[in-house]
């Protein structure tokens, strides 16, 4: 029988207040999630850029193997115009801007900063151990 618990806390860099969920089994973290958004606007997209600018070296830092597909993120003059579908479809609605991988033993993380219908920009970063 496994003991999972959660908790979470937040925290500001780059102007954005970032929400965490922490995953505990048996005493021990096994998961993170860091979940923000913004509204769409450089600024925004600008704030969120730099948050997952700061993600990037704190996982090379921790020894996670570097990425093997790091997707630059897309510059704001193309995303600006960029209109999502009201389909209903998820592909329709979800535009990835930055995408980031990593891999290392058992730890498994990823970083998404995309577009959101009806136009929202959000930061997602989640990692895991293959335990969790």
Request: hydrophobic share 35%; net charge negative; charged share 25%.
């Amino acid at each position: 029988m496994k003991h999972f618990a959660g908790d979470h806390i937040d925290e500001t860099i780059a102007g954005k207040n970032l929400f965490y969920q922490l995953g505990f089994l048996k005493g021990e973290m096994v998961s993170v999630q860091i979940n923000t958004t913004s509204d769409f606007f450089e600024t925004g997209y600008a704030a969120l850029i730099a948050v997952s600018d700061q993600i990037i070296p704190a996982n090379e830092e921790r020894y996670l193997k570097p990425p093997e597909a790091d997707s630059p993120p897309m510059p704001w003059r193309e995303l600006k115009d960029q209109r999502l579908a009201e389909s209903g479809l998820p592909n329709d609605r979800y535009l990835i801007c930055r995408s980031t991988s990593w891999r290392q033993d058992n730890v498994h993380s990823h970083l998404n900063v995309a577009l959101e219908w009806p136009h929202v920009l959000r930061l997602e970063y989640r990692e895991g151990t293959d335990g969790s």
